[in-house]
């Protein structure tokens, strides 16, 4: 057994994980891959499979992806994974509905809490198991920081947002996502490092899936 993978088991039981829900965005329109690039095959399952596969790699509370395409959502009923569709076109709409869901669940379910919210795009396959579970025990240290994956200060994805930011995260402008948020906050924001940059690229084209491929151990 490898040590990341006990370390992971151990968390698993332990559901020290559970104050955190996980929103999988899944909603872009793929404009310069030139088709949906999250049915793309990368390392044998499709770049959303994989995206769900690094979900598990933390046991959250709530996980919930957010999509417009109707393949995704079949993925989801395959997989077990709550699920909204929607036709929204901003990404502060898909925000608002992950974080409106989340937020009403939580609500039903008196006895559990949302300390923080994840959001974990679909096109970066290569986050590793260790770095997710960094970004959450960083997020539970700091408490109502805003947590997110960097390398050598370059901030990336995926970030944690506190409680406190709920309501800011409701209401973006039009068209903004939560970066509009870590912008807005600099000195709220705790950067978590990777330990190798390529956990942080996305795949736009589809020479991107074959520079990434590289990387895979």
């Given at each position: 057994m490898s040590p990341s993978r006990g370390l992971g088991d151990v968390y698993k039981r332990q559901n020290i994980?559970?104050?955190i829900s996980c929103i999988i965005m899944a909603s872009g329109m793929s404009k310069?891959?030139?088709?949906?690039k999250l049915l793309a095959s990368f390392n044998n399952n499709t770049l959303f499979e994989n995206a769900i596969n690094i979900s598990h790699f933390v046991s959250f509370g709530k996980t919930l992806a957010v999509t417009r395409h109707?393949?995704?959502v079949q993925i989801c009923?395959?997989?077990?994974?709550?699920?909204?569709?929607?036709?929204?076109?901003?990404r502060n709409d898909m925000v608002?509905?992950?974080v409106s869901r989340i937020l009403k669940e939580t609500n039903?379910?008196?006895?559990?809490?949302?300390?923080g919210i994840l959001f974990l795009p679909s096109d970066q396959p290569l986050i590793t198991r260790t770095s997710l579970q960094l970004l959450c025990l960083t997020f539970l240290y700091y408490d109502d920081k805003i947590c997110r994956l960097s390398y050598k200060e370059n901030a990336g994805s995926p970030c944690i947002f506190p409680a406190k930011?709920?309501?800011e995260l409701l209401n973006l402008p039009e068209k903004k996502g939560g970066g509009f948020l870590t912008k807005k906050y600099p000195a709220q924001v705790v950067l978590v490092p990777v330990?190798?940059?390529y956990e942080l690229y996305d795949i736009d084209t589809p020479d991107d899936i074959t520079r990434l491929l590289k990387f895979l151990h």
């Open positions: 994980f559970s104050s310069r891959f030139g088709t949906n109707d393949e995704l009923e395959r997989e077990h994974i709550h699920c909204i569709k929607h036709n929204m076109p901003y608002r509905l992950g039903r379910h008196k006895s559990c809490c949302t300390q930011y709920y309501d330990r190798d940059e």
